[in-house]
């Protein structure tokens, strides 16, 4: 272990994969139920909200990595927004968003592998964190491999649900629903946000990323784009096939829907998928989490942190700050709740979103001359990015229905 650099050994088909594979993670597969439960037949309509707030605040990600490529993600922009101080307490709350969300999946992982393999629960939840955290260990490149073979399979699967579902296409009204209106579409989208994370974790692998300052804002536009039509066919194909009532009653929603579409024996293979799924969020929440710590410790200023800058010059890889997240979510992952946690993450998100768009804000007006990046985001109105602005307004309003679902 010895001062090195982190490998650039990613392209842009690698950002693509994890870009996609981050985002279509554990949330479509848990969340759809209970989103289903919210806005009825207009579930699509509460995965667009969201989408369109996930990718107005994907521009402004975009924008920022491409001028600052840098390890650290959120953490760098609002350094370079507001100063280190507030960077290294959002750090904070990036941090602990990363680690409880990583244990909780992993809880779900062993539901699902529970229903096909008898071990107590508690040796898989620590067993998947101990691989995934491995994986990131022994390097990016591998760790890529796996997000790619796992999103694939997860890609798969999804298929599998819209392609049995589409004979029943239009056998439900998709633009009306009975005592859902718009707070229940903006309700169901503010819990549905949880599904649309991943480009937190994507950016703070700029460092590991050939050409960052071009690679990265295509990765990010582009899986963004993928995920929202992959989501909207899974929505409109869920009503479908079961009742909204129904699906929000089914702990395995999706397993419910093939089983009713295909048959028994392609509601197990979902479940196998849902292990892919659930494995490689939290490969990317390890992979994520730990750069944004070797980051922090890095330019924090921090002399006590020094040790987790280290990168093992053979993996090319932090594996100081890879150790302890793991160490981390292997506590978190003994106790915690999908539901709850996504519902608690989706808090901590949210204001990290609006953090890092406030922040490109207050750049904009502090650096008026500042190079143009690669990547701009556009419709400038006297100087500042309208998206940018309309998505702070955006995560705002799902922030208030997020809150009002856990108090209800």
Same mark, same amino acid.
């Given at each position: 272990?010895?001062?090195?650099?982190?490998?650039?050994?990613?392209?842009?088909?690698?950002?693509?994969?994890?870009?996609?594979?981050?985002?279509?993670?554990? @949330?479509?597969?848990?969340?759809?139920?209970?989103?289903?439960?919210?806005?009825?037949?207009?579930?699509?309509?509460? &995965?667009?909200?969201?989408?369109?707030?996930?990718?107005?605040?994907?521009?402004?990600?975009?924008?920022?990595?491409?001028?600052?490529?840098?390890?650290?993600?959120?953490?760098?922009?609002?350094?370079?927004?507001?100063?280190?101080?507030?960077?290294? #307490?959002?750090?904070?709350?990036?941090?602990?968003?990363?680690?409880?969300?990583?244990?909780?999946?992993?809880?779900?992982?062993?539901?699902?592998?529970?229903?096909? #393999?008898?071990?107590?629960?508690?040796?898989?939840?620590?067993?998947?964190?101990?691989?995934? !955290?491995?994986? /990131?260990?022994?390097?990016?490149?591998?760790?890529?491999?796996?997000?790619?073979?796992?999103?694939? =399979?997860?890609?798969?699967?999804?298929?599998?649900?819209?392609?049995?579902?589409?004979?029943?296409?239009?056998?439900?009204?998709?633009?009306?629903?009975?005592?859902?209106?718009?707070?229940?579409?903006?309700?169901?989208?503010? $819990?549905?946000?949880?599904?649309?994370?991943?480009?937190?974790?994507?950016?703070?692998?700029?460092?590991?990323?050939?050409?960052?300052?071009?690679?990265?804002?295509?990765?990010?536009?582009?899986?963004?784009?993928?995920?929202? $039509?992959?989501?909207?066919?899974?929505? =409109?194909?869920? =009503?479908?096939?079961?009742?909204?009532?129904?699906?929000?009653?089914?702990?395995?929603?999706?397993?419910?829907?093939?089983?009713?579409?295909?048959?028994?024996?392609?509601?197990?293979?979902?479940?196998?998928?849902? $292990?892919?799924?659930?494995?490689?969020? *939290?490969?990317?929440?390890?992979?994520?989490?730990?750069?944004?710590?070797?980051?922090?410790?890095?330019?924090?200023?921090?002399? #006590?942190?020094?040790?987790?800058?280290?990168?093992?010059?053979?993996?090319?890889?932090?594996?100081?700050?890879?150790?302890? *997240?793991?160490?981390?979510?292997?506590?978190?992952?003994?106790? @915690?709740? $999908?539901?709850?946690?996504?519902?608690?993450?989706?808090? &901590?998100?949210?204001?990290? &979103?609006?953090?890092?768009?406030?922040?490109?804000?207050?750049?904009?007006?502090?650096?008026?001359?500042?190079?143009?990046?690669?990547?701009?985001?556009?419709?400038? =109105?006297? !100087?500042?990015?309208?998206?940018?602005?309309?998505?702070?307004?955006?995560?705002?309003?799902?922030?208030?229905?997020?809150?009002? /679902?856990?108090?209800?």
């Amino acid at each position: 272990m010895a001062e090195a650099q982190l490998k650039r050994n990613l392209g842009l088909l690698d950002i693509l994969m994890f870009g996609i594979g981050g985002i279509v993670g554990a @949330g479509i597969y848990a969340i759809v139920g209970e989103a289903a439960g919210i806005s009825g037949n207009l579930l699509w309509a509460s &995965f667009l909200v969201a989408a369109t707030v996930a990718l107005l605040t994907a521009t402004t990600y975009a924008e920022f990595v491409s001028r600052f490529p840098d390890a650290g993600g959120s953490f760098e922009y609002v350094k370079q927004g507001f100063g280190q101080t507030t960077a290294l #307490w959002f750090s904070i709350m990036m941090l602990f968003t990363g680690v409880v969300a990583a244990g909780a999946i992993a809880i779900s992982f062993s539901e699902y592998l529970g229903r096909l #393999w008898e071990v107590p629960r508690w040796i898989i939840t620590l067993g998947v964190i101990v691989v995934m !955290g491995l994986i /990131n260990a022994v390097g990016v490149q591998q760790a890529s491999w796996f997000n790619t073979l796992a999103t694939v =399979v997860t890609l798969a699967g999804l298929a599998a649900i819209v392609y049995f579902a589409i004979p029943e296409w239009g056998s439900v009204p998709l633009l009306e629903s009975e005592g859902v209106g718009w707070t229940a579409i903006a309700s169901g989208g503010a $819990l549905i946000f949880f599904s649309f994370i991943g480009y937190e974790d994507l950016v703070k692998m700029a460092e590991e990323t050939r050409e960052p300052r071009k690679t990265m804002p295509r990765g990010i536009l582009i899986s963004g784009v993928v995920v929202l $039509l992959v989501y909207l066919l899974v929505a =409109v194909s869920a =009503v479908s096939v079961l009742p909204p009532e129904e699906l929000a009653q089914e702990s395995g929603p999706l397993a419910a829907v093939l089983r009713r579409s295909a048959g028994a024996g392609w509601a197990t293979a979902i479940v196998v998928v849902a $292990l892919f799924a659930t494995s490689k969020t *939290i490969l990317s929440n390890i992979l994520g989490t730990s750069r944004l710590l070797y980051d922090v410790a890095r330019d924090g200023g921090m002399s #006590w942190l020094q040790r987790l800058t280290r990168v093992n010059r053979k993996t090319g890889t932090p594996l100081p700050a890879i150790l302890l *997240i793991t160490l981390l979510a292997l506590a978190f992952g003994l106790i @915690g709740n $999908l539901k709850v946690v996504a519902s608690i993450s989706n808090i &901590f998100i949210m204001l990290v &979103f609006l953090a890092v768009n406030a922040a490109l804000l207050n750049f904009r007006r502090q650096h008026p001359d500042a190079p143009t990046p690669r990547f701009r985001v556009p419709l400038q =109105v006297g !100087g500042y990015p309208l998206p940018t602005m309309l998505a702070l307004v955006g995560v705002l309003i799902l922030l208030g229905f997020n809150v009002a /679902n856990i108090l209800g």
